[in-house]
């Protein structure tokens, strides 16, 4: 693998899950994974950001064409390389799924990241983080329940005959204002599955109010009956007070398996408890 023009930040804001690989230094800038197994994938899945919106940011974008990313693969150890996607340089990209071609779909693939064109250290700068190969495509979902009303979450049907587990990071409640504690076990939030469109549903997990008033990641194992051609998943607070009560948030829902998924060894990997400086206050 090789990795140049780098560093480890949160330069470019929060792309995932804490700091990302923000590409803003004077000398080359790519990032080459080590080569790959990916003839059991469908997917390569990242994040990519090009430039921020914020004009107080640190990350100018960039502003000329060529200065846009470049997305190669190669089969025979870095001596050719393939295009697989240009992300043009206006462009202000988040979650990127790619299908992978048959010639990329083999033993000892490698792919790279690359910006042929830059003007020097602090210019036309780009992040990335959150590299994955897949076979299915993962869903990537930050939602905020504090209004009135059904709170809940619901999947699409989705075919979970291969899926293992379900992972997501969870909080209920706060200690400010805008989001406050919940203060019964009827307002904490059930995980359920359906096998029938949502006539009925099964119980996965009870998350408990009090284990989860600091943002929490959990993996849940699914059980056999959940397993099926088309489920669908919610998660619900069957209770709470009304608008401003009782908040709870969900973000980076995932289900997987261990042979389904299969993370991309990189120089500095984003680690999962940084997601806790994404969303406390």
């Not at 899950?17 to 469908?42: C, E, M, W, Y």
């Not at 064409?65 to 206006?90: C, F, K, M, R």
């Not at 462009?91 to 790279?112: D, N, T």
């Not at 049907?157 to 293992?164: H, Q, R, V």
Request: net charge negative.
């Amino acid at each position: 693998s090789s990795l140049r023009g780098a560093e480890v930040s949160f330069g470019c804001g929060v792309l995932a899950s804490g700091k990302a690989l923000v590409f803003n230094r004077d000398s080359r800038r790519h990032l080459i994974t080590a080569p790959l197994d990916s003839s059991q994938a469908r997917y390569l899945q990242f994040t990519l950001r090009l430039g921020s919106r914020s004009i107080l940011s640190s990350c100018p974008a960039p502003d000329k064409p060529g200065e846009g990313v470049l997305l190669h693969y190669s089969s025979d150890n870095g001596i050719t390389w393939t295009l697989l996607q240009h992300y043009a340089y206006q462009g202000f990209h988040e979650i990127v799924s790619v299908e992978l071609p048959a010639g990329a779909r083999k033993f000892g693939v490698q792919f790279r990241w690359w910006q042929p064109y830059h003007s020097g250290r602090g210019h036309d700068v780009w992040a990335l983080d959150e590299i994955s190969m897949t076979s299915v495509l993962f869903n990537t979902i930050s939602l905020d329940f504090s209004n009135a009303g059904l709170r809940q979450l619901v999947s699409w049907d989705l075919d979970t005959e291969w899926a293992e587990f379900v992972q997501f990071y969870l909080r209920v409640g706060g200690d400010w204002a805008e989001c406050n504690q919940a203060d019964s076990r009827e307002e904490g939030v059930l995980l359920q599955y359906s096998n029938d469109g949502g006539i009925s549903w099964g119980l996965i997990a009870e998350m408990y109010f009090t284990d989860f008033t600091k943002p929490r990641f959990v993996h849940y194992e699914l059980p056999l009956a959940s397993k099926t051609p088309s489920t669908r998943f919610r998660w619900w607070q069957p209770l709470h007070s009304g608008e401003g009560y009782d908040q709870w948030a969900i973000d980076d829902v995932i289900i997987l398996s261990e042979r389904e998924k299969h993370i991309i060894p990189m120089a500095n990997p984003t680690l999962p408890q940084h997601y806790y400086r994404r969303i406390s206050n």
